[in-house]
């Protein structure tokens, strides 16, 4: 089953700070989160596994919390060049399904 | 650069025709994953295989659309008598591993598919 995003979109000034969350009614073993830029592929930021937090990418951070089954992406002190869409991913039995994504657009 | 490899990068089919699409993984990759993207929506899950084995097709549509990871050479997305609806881009992504939870998807540049 397809987990939840939060917000749809978020329109942010250069320097401000958002927090996009996933959430899923399946108990979730780790979340991956991807950037999606408008034309091209979906890139790689993180994998946050059970009982982790990781920082992985530039001002980027993420949060696990598996009892809730949700998880949350920070980024902070945006820049321009976070602008795209986000979408966390989930692995199922045996597929890997994405969020419907959260559409971020950093203003100068 | 080993990366994953789709092609062709566009696709234009009339109606009634037939859409062939390549995807190539990352080497030492055996795993791929092939997902829809309609515009300014999300990836929707369509097929999971491994070399020879079509291990998910949940998210397939039942007609139409078949797919296939051969032995040897690149795995195929065949969408037989395309209609306006399929009009789409579509991504696929590969990892090394299927179960493993540590395993990010790498994705290729997608195919944009046009059905006029």
């Known amino acids: 089953q397809q987990p939840v995003q939060s917000p749809q979109a978020v329109i942010l000034r250069e320097g401000e700070d958002a927090v996009i969350n996933c959430s899923s009614s399946?108990?979730?073993?780790?979340v991956h989160w991807y950037r999606q830029k408008h034309g091209e592929a979906p890139v790689f930021l993180m994998i946050?596994?059970?009982?982790?937090e990781q920082k992985g990418h530039e001002k980027i951070s993420a949060s696990f919390n598996e009892k809730k089954q949700q998880s949350s992406l920070y980024l902070t002190a945006s820049q321009l060049s976070y602008s795209g869409t986000y979408f966390c991913g989930t692995r199922g039995i045996p597929n890997f399904v994405f969020g419907p994504g959260t559409r971020l657009s950093v203003l100068p | 650069n080993a990366g994953v490899m789709q092609n062709p990068r566009h696709l234009v089919r009339r109606r009634g025709q037939e859409a062939r699409l390549r995807c190539s993984p990352m080497?030492?990759?055996?795993?791929v994953y092939w997902y829809r993207q309609l515009p300014e929506e999300g990836l929707k899950f369509m097929v999971y295989l491994q070399k020879e084995n079509i291990i998910d097709e949940s998210g397939m549509p039942k007609e139409r659309f078949s797919a296939e990871f051969p032995k040897e050479g690149p795995s195929i997305l065949r969408i037989q008598q395309v209609v306006r609806g399929d009009s789409a881009a579509y991504f696929c992504?590969?990892?090394?591993?299927?179960?493993?939870?540590?395993?990010?998807?790498?994705f290729g540049n997608g195919t944009r598919l046009t059905v006029t």
């Open positions: 399946k108990a979730l073993y780790s």
């Open positions: 946050l596994l059970k009982g982790g």
């Open positions: 080497k030492g990759h055996s795993h």
């Open positions: 992504a590969s990892s090394p591993t299927g179960t493993n939870q540590n395993s990010p998807l790498h």
